[in-house]
């Protein structure tokens, strides 16, 4: 072999050993094996009905692994192991509803089976679900502020010829600045693949979808409730950005969303 060729080889084989880790990094995405979930704990279930309400504040500290495994395997965790039926039913057991964990590290998808997350993107990726709220209009009164009425105290009388006409709603303060939500610790994505029903047409498998969701989404609720999370279910999210990030389907649909945090104190 000549000096050149064995330098070549050298070189494409310090290559090779270089790329190796991406390539299997690419095939082999990050996996995070769960606690195995506590089933004894909670409030019962009258009791966490009576306390359910959805939150609106969220704390910025991290959920222990725990806290995670149980409320994935609450939302739609396999109870059944002989026959792979979840905590949450779905139309002729379908179980077309995934979750994904958005995380401050990136977001994951749960597998029931194996109880684990695995990494589909790394990064934080929260803000597709908090967006800035936008200014309020300058003269538009508070939320649920009724809009005032001719003849009360401070207001001017219609003029002549003008009855039945609103005089103009005073300033308020002006608009307000944009403000960023907090974002809670974790986001729970609810995804329908309608693909896995049987039959039926496409709007018969999206009602399906739905209701399927719904059912995840009230475990998610009823849980956080008997455990002291926070929660509420949302329909808010950029849709588009996360079907291109997540690599989805036209058959997975994002349908509800669920910020989960310890509550505020």
């Known amino acids: 072999m000549s000096k050149s060729m064995a330098s070549r080889l050298t070189v ?37 009905l009576a306390v359910r309400a959805s939150a609106s504040q969220w704390s910025t500290q991290d ?3 725990q806290d995670l495994s149980d409320l994935l395997w609450a939302a739609n965790g396999i109870n059944r192991p002989d026959n792979g039926k979840k905590t949450a039913p779905s139309a002729m057991n379908a179980q077309d509803v995934d979750i994904y964990v958005f995380l401050k ?21 929260r803000s597709l679900f908090f967006q800035p709220r936008p200014p309020r209009p300058a003269g538009a009164g508070q939320p649920g502020e009724k809009p005032p009425v001719p003849g009360q105290p401070g207001q001017q009388p219609p003029k002549p010829g003008e009855r039945g006409q609103q005089p103009p709603i005073p300033p308020t303060g002006g608009s307000r600045p944009q403000e960023q ?26 009602e399906w979808a ?11 609720s009823i849980f956080c409730a ?10 808010g999210m950029d849709r588009e950005k996360l ?23």
Do not use: C, W
Request: charged letters at 20%; a positive charge.
């Open 210 to 220: 739905a209701l399927d969701t719904g059912i995840v989404s009230q475990n998610i």
């Open 181 to 206: 939500q907090v974002m809670a610790p974790v986001v729970l994505l609810l995804v329908s693949d309608i693909s896995r029903f049987r039959g039926g047409a496409d709007d018969q498998k999206k």
């Open 105 to 125: 590290d990136g977001a994951y998808l749960y597998e029931a089976k194996t109880h684990s997350l695995i990494e589909v993107v790394s990064g934080d990726q």
């Open 226 to 235: 008997g455990t002291g999370l926070g929660t509420r279910p949302r329909s």
């Open 243 to 265: 079907k291109e990030l997540l690599k989805l389907k036209d058959t997975q649909l994002p349908l509800l969303n669920h910020p989960v945090s310890y509550k505020k104190q």
């Open 12 to 48: 494409f084989l310090l290559v090779s050993l270089l790329l190796t880790p991406l390539f299997l990094s690419a095939q082999n995405p990050k996996t995070i094996k769960l606690n195995e979930p506590n089933k004894k704990r909670g409030l019962p279930v009258m009791e966490a």
């Open 63 to 65: 959920l222990s692994a």
